[in-house]
């Protein structure tokens, strides 16, 4: 078993030097055939190309196929019996992963609307779904102590608790692509996740269960931890590329493909708290409850090369109800930041000066990113993900002491 993981962390060494030294090879590649942008929040507008991440996507797969031989080799040269349902976990977690870097790279380039965002991560979880009813199909939860006394020790969600796994393969896909805009954050908080998670997987590897369920968690997040750091070197401010929706894709299905099959889905959740938390934030624009424009990047103030929060801008009155409900909790929660009396393009007009026009109001863009904003003031793009990723680790050692301190007080064991 150790040594599987140490070839697994070899393979993955090699592949991240194949990374750093081929990235700025492929700039001009990609400019050249049209998939590159302006980085709008540098006083420079130099050109960056768009959508790299699909390079570390297929370098990863080349690294999982080379690395399939090793688990699985000696049962062939020693006869002995082989483990077909763990190659078809292998083989399905790498086609669910091939599908939605495909998938993702199709949305950089077509840029896709979001029914279809949510559609095709779900049609990429079906051999997924499909393998984990035949080779476990356990849909029982264990229900925490507060609740037993109105449904038990334990619950069987049945067909429900598959919905349930599409919907993650749908959240994890997602949840990173929309907290992202600024240099460094998409791959920064993957590069976070991935490493709590593999802590995670070990722990419970070596000290606890010694499920062999951790040990195949480990062989695709090791690969994958090892090729997301180059990555974030190029990536990081002043970003030189840009991942583009194929690498939040990629890394989105990734996670959801080791929570699913490594049987950690609820515990992997609690590692995405505040991808959970800007989601939540966000569902009255991603749902249209409130305006939602194209972009919700801060705001960049060229003169003193600082970000502020954006804003959209909309009329009281013409607002969904939910919409308007939601503004109104938030806004007595002092979570939102909303501005009365303003024209259509957001001007702000002094009380005594307001008329038809000025019958508009203005609220920060509903993301993480606006709302951090809100309570620092305005800061440089390099400082502000550095205070988003500390956010992340902050959240993840919660999490891990929620997994194991805390849980006992839900749980009878917890492993």
């Not at 840009?242 to 959740?269: E, N, P, Q, R, W």
């Amino acid at each position: 078993m150790a040594l599987e993981l140490v070839i697994n962390a070899l393979i993955s060494t090699i592949g991240a030097g194949l990374i750093y030294k081929i990235l700025p090879k492929f700039k001009e590649m990609f400019i050249k055939a049209g998939m590159s942008g302006v980085d709008m929040s540098k006083r420079n507008k130099d050109v960056v190309p768009e959508s790299m991440g699909v390079i570390i996507g297929c370098v990863y797969l080349m690294v999982m196929f080379l690395f399939i031989p090793v688990p699985f080799g000696r049962h062939l040269t020693l006869r002995t019996e082989f483990p077909h349902d763990e190659f078809v976990e292998m083989i399905t977690a790498l086609l669910s992963i091939c599908c939605m870097l495909l998938l993702g790279f199709a949305d950089d380039v077509l840029d896709l609307k979001w029914r279809h965002k949510l559609l095709l991560p779900t049609m990429a979880s079906l051999p997924l779904l499909m393998v984990y009813y035949v080779n476990f199909n356990s849909t029982t939860v264990i229900v925490p102590k507060p609740l037993r006394f109105l449904v038990g020790f334990e619950l069987n969600l049945g067909f429900f608790y598959y919905v349930y796994m599409g919907m993650l393969a749908v959240f994890c896909t997602n949840a990173i692509n929309i907290l992202a805009g600024i240099n460094g954050l998409e791959v920064g908080q993957s590069v976070l996740i991935s490493a709590s998670l593999i802590v995670f997987n070990l722990v419970e590897l070596y000290f606890g269960t010694g499920l062999k369920a951790y040990q195949f968690s480990l062989y695709l997040l090791i690969p994958y931890l090892a090729l997301t750091l180059p990555l974030l070197y190029y990536n990081w401010y002043p970003s030189q590329m840009f991942v583009g929706d194929t690498f939040c894709y990629f890394s989105g299905m990734l996670f959801a493909v080791v929570g699913i099959l490594g049987h950690f889905s609820k515990t992997m959740l609690l590692f995405f708290a505040p991808q959970i938390l800007n989601f939540l934030y966000s569902v009255p624009q991603v749902f249209r409850f409130l305006p939602c424009p194209r972009h919700r990047l801060p705001r960049y103030i060229e003169k003193k090369d600082v970000m502020e929060p954006s804003f959209f801008v909309f009329k009281p009155n013409q607002v969904h109800f939910l919409g308007a409900l939601f503004l109104r909790i938030c806004r007595f929660l002092r979570l939102v930041h909303v501005v009365d009396g303003v024209t259509k393009d957001g001007t702000v007009v002094a009380s005594t000066e307001r008329d038809a026009d000025a019958s508009y109001s203005k609220c920060n863009n509903l993301t993480l990113i606006n709302f951090v904003l809100l309570f620092t003031g305005p800061v440089h793009e390099k400082t502000l993900t550095t205070y988003l990723l500390v956010i992340q680790v902050f959240c993840s050692l919660i999490a891990f002491a929620v997994r194991y301190p805390m849980a006992r007080l839900f749980y009878d064991v917890v492993n």
